[in-house]
C-alpha cells in the first residue's frame, strides 16, 4: 500500500482538493468562495494554495476585477491524479480488516 501524499494529506489541504476536485475539470473557484467553503482565514488559504500550487496541484490566476484583485484557484491534472491516489490511500485504510 502507497502511503499518504504528505502535501495533500494536511487537513486544510485536503479541504482544499476535495472542495476543487468537486467540480468539473475546467471549473476555478474564487478565492473568497474557497475561503467560505473551507473555513479559512485569507493568511490560512493563502499558504496553503501557494503551497499547492508549488507542488503542481493547482494553478492560481490573479486577476483584477473592476478596482478589486482576485485570485481563482483550478486542479491541475495532476493535482485531480494525486488527489485520486489519496483518496485511495485512505480508502484502503477505511477497507482494511481489523487486525
Request: aromatic residues 4%; charged residues 25%; proline residues 5%.
Amino acid at each position: 500500500m502507497a502511503g499518504p501524499d504528505e502535501i495533500i494529506h494536511q487537513s486544510m489541504r485536503l479541504k482544499i482538493m476535495a472542495a476543487l476536485n468537486a467540480g468539473n475539470r475546467n471549473d476555478a473557484i474564487e478565492f473568497t468562495r474557497l475561503k467560505s467553503l473551507i473555513g479559512a482565514t485569507d493568511g490560512n488559504l493563502g499558504a496553503h494554495l501557494e503551497t499547492l500550487s508549488g507542488a503542481g496541484y493547482v494553478s492560481l490566476e490573479k486577476r483584477v476585477e473592476g478596482k478589486r484583485p482576485q485570485t481563482r484557484a483550478r486542479i491541475t491534472p495532476a493535482g485531480r491524479k494525486a488527489f485520486a491516489e489519496h483518496v485511495e490511500y485512505l480508502r484502503s485504510i477505511l477497507d482494511a480488516p481489523p487486525q
